[in-house]
């Protein structure tokens, strides 16, 4: 039997997923560093008690943090979408190899139902155990991909609230 080419290993899978979820963390990680640095600039509030020159100066270089820090903000916000994306994609690839093992899964199990010897069903049992083992374990990827890529976007959501002044820190 030919063996489908492009196929990737379970250990390969397992370590995508593992690494989709470090580095959704790690962007996280990031966009939460800035988030808590958008923050800090928006709430530092001076007196500017010096003269009127100092005073325009100050409040330009103020403003010139607040929007350097915003739009580091958007940068990290706009790698963890792109982390995200490709969590998404990877999910995807697990569903239809999912969805391809159970489609295989109905064949061999309508020729189980044809064959005649008991060698040859008893073969084909073991081919529907594997497709069905095949089947859990990308569907476990599936949602372990799901699971941190729907952390992330939480996190994401309360970071960018933070950042635009309407969420909290804790």
């Known amino acids: 039997m030919d063996r489908r080419t492009g196929l990737r290993s379970r250990n390969e899978y397992t370590e995508m997923v593992d690494r989709s979820g470090d580095d959704l963390q790690e962007k996280e990680q990031d966009l939460e560093r800035v988030a808590g640095d958008v923050e800090t600039v928006r709430d530092t509030r001076l007196e500017l008690g010096g003269t009127s020159d100092g005073a325009d100066a100050v409040e330009a270089a103020m403003e010139a943090a607040r929007d350097v820090t915003e739009s580091v903000f958007e940068t990290e916000d706009a790698d963890l979408e792109g982390v995200q994306e490709g969590a998404d994609a990877l999910g995807r690839e697990l569903d239809e190899h999912s969805e391809s093992d159970s489609k295989d899964m109905e064949k061999v199990g309508s020729a ?40 992330s976007e939480k996190a994401q959501a309360r970071l960018q609230a933070i950042a635009r002044g309407s969420g909290s820190g804790g």
């Open 112 to 151: 189980e139902g044809k064959v005649t010897t008991n060698e040859t069903a008893n073969e084909l049992a073991k081919v529907h155990a594997e497709l069905r083992k095949g089947i859990e374990f990308l569907r476990e990827a599936a949602d372990r991909a799901a699971a941190a890529k729907d952390a």
